[in-house]
Every structure is written in C-alpha cells, then in structure tokens.
C-alpha cells in the first residue's frame, strides 16, 4: 500500500516534467541549484544580519546558533543520512522505472534524501534567528525537495524522510544546547 501511494504520487509529479522547456529549466534550477542558494543566504544571514531580536545582538550567540546548525547538519547528513543508506537498497526512480530524469544524477541510493537532510537542520536554525526567513527557508526546501521528485531523483518517501530525519536530527542538538544553556 505505502510503495503503491509513493509510486503513485512520484507517477502525478513526474507528469509534469518533459512537458514545457521552461517549467524543466526551473524544476531543474530547484532542483538541482536552489539547495546551493539556500545554504548560501542563510549562511549569509546568520553572519550579516545586523539586527537579530535582543537575545540574539551577541557575536558570541551567532557563532552558538552557527555551531547548532553545523552540529545538526552533521548529525542528519554525515551520521543518520548515511546509516540509513548502508540499510535501506532504494534505486533512484530514474534507475527504477527506466525513465529520463531532468538532471543528470549518479545511480546511487535515493532513501532517505540527502538534501533534504541537509537543508532541514540550517533553515530551521534560520527559523530560530529569524522565524519570518526561517518561514521562506522551509518552503523553498519543500521546492527543492518537490523538484526532486518531479526532476525523477527521488521518490517522495525519500524526501519526507530526509526532511524527517533533518528535523530530528536540528530538535534534538537544540534541545542539547538548550540544556547546556549554550542558546
């Protein structure tokens, strides 16, 4: 039932890929760069921004919420993403089904999704800083992780445990530093 519903669902958004060459170049620039742009605005965000609420106007706080996100990011990528890789045999759909993805990608183990793992734990430390960008970090991963599907790199199951697992992985290296007392 549940790989009948992803098949599905990947089947619905995978429909519109091939269809309109400027809808492939903008599912292809979600896709495939967007993630590049996130990383690099928060990043930006998090050193530049001038005006944090009160709590937040210390350098000393700005390098603890950088090293929350980093820690996260590790955890969810590096650790979790990777474990559960080594026990999970999930082609990619493009593998899977033979079909022609939109961006050229390596074969390799689709469950869970790496991006979003990624992305997760460094938009939800922007939420922290920055609940309004934080809110535009979310919903521009949730379109990285739609166009992944559509571009046939991922199975919808692979982004919602990416984005699972991310979450996870950013709650509880915060509840952490919140016990230490560290934000």
């Known amino acids: 039932m549940t790989i009948a519903l992803d098949q599905q669902a990947f089947n619905t958004l995978y429909s519109l890929a091939h269809k309109l060459p400027l ?12 993630f590049w742009l996130i990383i ?18 210390v350098g000393k706080n700005r390098f ?13 990528r590096a650790v979790a993403t990777n474990i559960i890789q080594s026990f999970f045999n999930s082609p990619r759909p493009f593998v ?3 079909i022609d993805p939109l961006v050229n990608h390596a074969a390799a183990n689709s469950f869970p999704s ?4 990624s992305l997760m734990p460094i938009v939800l430390t922007l939420f922290l800083i920055n609940p309004k960008a934080g809110r535009w970090g979310i ?3 949730l379109v990285v992780g739609l166009a992944r599907v559509i571009a046939g790199l991922h199975w919808p199951s692979d982004i919602l445990a990416g984005i699972l697992i991310g979450s996870l992985s950013f709650w509880i290296i915060a509840f952490v ?3 230490q007392r560290l934000i």
């Open 23 to 34: 809808l492939d170049g903008l599912f292809i620039f979600a896709a495939k760069y967007l």
């Open 40 to 57: 690099v605005a928060v990043f930006v965000s998090l050193f530049r921004k001038k005006n944090w609420n009160n709590s937040l106007s």
């Open 64 to 76: 603890q919420y950088f090293s929350l996100g980093l820690i996260a990011f590790l955890l969810s």
């Open 96 to 98: 899977a089904l033979g």
């Open 114 to 117: 790496g991006h979003m793992a």
């Open 139 to 141: 919903f521009l991963t």
């Open 177 to 179: 530093f919140r016990r």
